[in-house]
């Protein structure tokens, strides 16, 4: 049987994404959603829509220039909405999207897991 | 009421992590736990046990450097249990301990979120 010629879209063929392969860009969304303040921004966004001053409050430590960064990431991924409204000073909102929700919800899985659990970790760590 | 003088255990202190405060412990267990290659030793070893070797074949595009600092990270934080066997050559194994295997059980639900929603990942990072 030979190969098929027609094009399959982009979509279709990365149905499944295939994270221990090198290539594959689902290495990406995980690499942004789990990036050191990307987990922290999905966690304080799933609890509503925050300004950019907001969550540089929240989130302990971050700089102006990495939450930026970070926020960039994950709009181009279409879990995070920018909503920017002609006013002056600029007012700029962030929202997750519905896909967005989602992740957070994974990502807080972990986060809880881990909040609940670091004395057992503390623990085996001094161990 | 004044403060109370008795030493409190480490353990007892940080009965929950609170992820959002920079000074937290939370904060390494988080960067080890979702670090680049760290998502990937745990899927992983989530399988089974694996010889080094075996951990840098699954893994795609990873360096030996790398993949022994994230096998230390993860041994420190007492979620893998690395073994030696007293052999010529050497032979080295790492299993996830118990609490490793909980980890791992939060950290697949965030990759196979990602894994199977890649297409429509990839259809909002197009539009």
Redesign the interface.
């Known amino acids: 049987m030979s190969a098929p010629t027609t094009v399959v879209p ?3 063929r ?13 290495r990406d ?3 942004h ?4 303040w990307g ?2 921004v999905l ?2 966004l799933a609890e509503g829509t925050q300004r950019f001053s907001g969550l540089r409050r ?4 971050v700089s102006e220039k990495m939450l930026a960064q970070t926020l960039q990431w994950l709009e ?4 995070v909405d920018r909503r920017e409204f002609p006013v002056v000073p600029p007012h700029v909102e962030y929202t997750l ?1 519905p ?1 967005g929700v ?2 957070a919800e ?2 807080r ?3 809880d ?15």
């Open positions: 982009l979509s279709d990365v149905r499944r994404g295939e994270l221990l392969s090198a290539a594959c860009p689902s969304v995980l690499r959603v789990t990036s050191r987990v922290l966690l304080v929240r989130i302990g430590g181009g991924d279409g879990l999207t896909l989602e992740a994974r990502v899985g972990l986060a897991w881990i909040e609940l659990n670091l004395s057992r970790i503390m623990t085996a760590r001094a161990d």
